[in-house]
């Protein structure tokens, strides 16, 4: 039998006001390793009093420690401490950015992006400094690091990582089963009926929702299609001023659920007409992967990291060019036979993303770092 790895991962991101995709992948990815017989995943977070929220609570037991995340995210961006207890463990895992300092054990560090380089003014100072100094600290302690997508890739070559350390590991989305019954109360509840055009994650700046906003009002009179905004509010941005200049009778085909729950969010793909994700920049994209997954055609943004999770399943678009959205946004609402096609082709190409898949890829590296 495979000797078993066991596994010291940072899981702080579940407890984030917004997790977010960063969350997420914290979540699955160790719900994924702690599924296998050959590794055991122990989590470790700042000190909180309260549980992470049930959609992101983790799978695996999490150590606290002694200090708040500000506190704990200052100390390890600019010093060597806290360290962490790694006597049971063969390795480190931190799942995002902002890494533990090295110890005797190889750390793993997984860069999501570095968005906050390519548009430093969509994000606020103070975490755009954190994030500098964590990257820096990547270079310095990081035995490998894991990134989602080539387009990540390029990034953090460019920005100094050394090819051999550079490990591209693409993340995975397991689709839960959606009742009719529950498609039905999720309409019910944001009050959607017929069709609609459905963008989630979370409201910041470079998922470019104002664009996609002047897309929808162009195709607006000639469908009777509804936009959905799904996700919290994160930062940059409110949807009081998404909807600031949309005339009174637009705003009410637009809805904005606010945040949900993992279950109304698969209720929403299940039922959408179209997804669209015309972000300016991820590092891998979730929400595409999910559409799919749920057999909803995507249109979503050329020559980034989710037009290589789309492939040829999807419909690419310049996320500059609201005309462009709104052609192939009016073509899918329009052309059931097309979109149908579209939704089967992407179905099929998201099996190729599990997250057992992603736990077997990041299984291999840290064999060859212990």
Not at 225 to 237: D, F, K, M, N, R
């Amino acid at each position: 039998m495979t000797a078993e790895i066991s596994v010291l991962m940072t899981m702080e991101a579940a407890w984030h006001p917004v997790p977010g995709g960063t969350g997420r992948v914290s979540i699955e990815l160790a719900r994924a390793l702690s599924q296998r017989t050959d590794t055991k995943v122990q989590g470790v977070s700042a000190l909180h009093l309260s549980q992470a929220p049930s959609d992101f609570r983790p799978p695996i037991e999490v150590k606290k420690l002694l200090l708040p995340r500000p506190l704990l995210y200052e100390a390890w961006s600019r010093t060597a401490f806290p360290r962490l207890d790694t006597s049971e463990h063969d390795l480190v895992h931190s799942t995002t950015i902002i890494s533990p300092p090295a110890s005797s054990k190889p750390l793993i560090v997984s860069v999501h992006d570095l968005a906050f380089r390519r548009f430093p003014d969509r994000f606020p100072q103070r975490a755009r400094r954190l994030f500098e100094r964590s990257w820096k600290r990547v270079l310095e302690r990081a035995d490998a690091v894991l990134c989602p997508s080539a387009a990540t890739s390029a990034d953090l070559l460019a920005a100094g990582l050394d090819a051999e350390r550079l490990h591209l590991v693409p993340l995975g989305h397991d689709p839960q089963a959606v009742t009719k019954e529950t498609a039905l109360q999720v309409r019910q509840r944001f009050g959607i009926d017929g069709d609609f055009i459905l963008a989630a994650g979370t409201l910041e700046p470079r998922k470019n929702i104002p664009t996609l906003i002047q897309a929808f009002r162009e195709i607006a009179p000639h469908t009777e299609a509804q936009l959905v905004l799904a996700g919290p509010t994160g930062w940059g941005i409110t949807p009081e001023a998404l909807l600031e200049s949309v005339d009174d009778t637009l705003k009410t085909r637009i809805t904005v659920t606010g945040e949900i729950t993992t279950t109304e969010l698969a209720g929403l793909y299940t039922e959408a007409t179209v997804f669209c994700y015309p972000s300016l920049l991820e590092g891998f994209g979730l929400p595409v992967l999910e559409a799919m997954s749920y057999q909803t055609p995507v249109v979503t943004s050329k020559g980034t990291s989710t037009e290589e999770v789309g492939g040829d399943a999807a419909i690419t678009v310049d996320p500059y060019s609201a005309n462009e959205i709104a052609e192939a946004l009016k073509f899918l609402v329009d052309d059931k036979t097309a979109a149908q096609r579209i939704a089967n082709n992407g179905y099929e190409r998201s099996k190729l993303f599990r997250w057992d898949k992603t736990a077997a890829a990041t299984v291999e590296i840290y064999r060859k770092m212990i």
